[in-house]
C-alpha cells in the first residue's frame, strides 16, 4: 500500500510564498514522474508542474516563473515552492505520483488527500 502524505498550504497574502510538500511512503519500487495539479471551486484539475526521474521539469503557463518543483529522490518527496503568489492560485493542491510497486508491477498514478491553498487579495 503507498500513501502520500500532503503539507505546507494555507493562507497568505497576495505576493507571498509558500511551499508544499508530498511524502509517499510504502512499498515502493520505482517512482516515475512527481506532479502537483490543483483545483479550484467551479473548475476543473489542472497540472501545475511535473518533474519526471530524469529531472525533466514542466510548468502550467501560468506559474511558470513563480513556482519551482523539486524531488528528493532518498525520500520520495516532492515539493511545489510558490512564490509571489496571486489570488488566482487559490485552490486545492494535490501532489500526483506515478510509481511501480514491484519489478514486475504497472506504473500507477496515486494521489495525495490535498491541501488548501488561499491566496488573499
Known amino acids: 500500500q503507498v500513501q502520500l502524505v500532503e503539507s505546507g498550504g494555507g493562507l497568505v497574502q497576495a505576493g507571498g510564498s509558500l511551499r508544499l510538500s508530498c511524502a509517499a511512503s510504502?512499498?515502493?519500487?520505482?517512482?516515475?514522474?512527481m506532479g502537483w495539479y490543483r483545483q479550484a471551486p467551479g473548475k476543473q484539475r489542472e497540472l501545475v508542474a511535473v518533474e519526471n526521474s530524469d529531472g525533466w521539469r514542466n510548468y502550467a503557463d501560468s506559474v511558470a516563473g513563480r513556482f519551482t518543483i523539486s524531488r528528493d529522490n532518498a525520500k520520495n518527496t516532492v515539493y511545489l515552492q510558490m512564490n509571489s503568489l496571486k489570488p488566482e492560485d487559490t485552490a486545492v493542491y494535490y501532489c500526483?505520483?506515478?510509481?511501480?510497486?514491484?519489478?514486475?508491477?504497472?506504473?500507477?498514478?496515486?494521489w495525495g488527500q490535498g491541501t488548501q491553498v488561499t491566496v488573499s487579495s
Open positions: 510504502g512499498t515502493i519500487f520505482s517512482i516515475n514522474n
Open positions: 500526483n505520483v506515478n510509481l511501480r510497486l514491484r519489478f514486475f508491477s504497472p506504473a500507477n498514478d496515486y
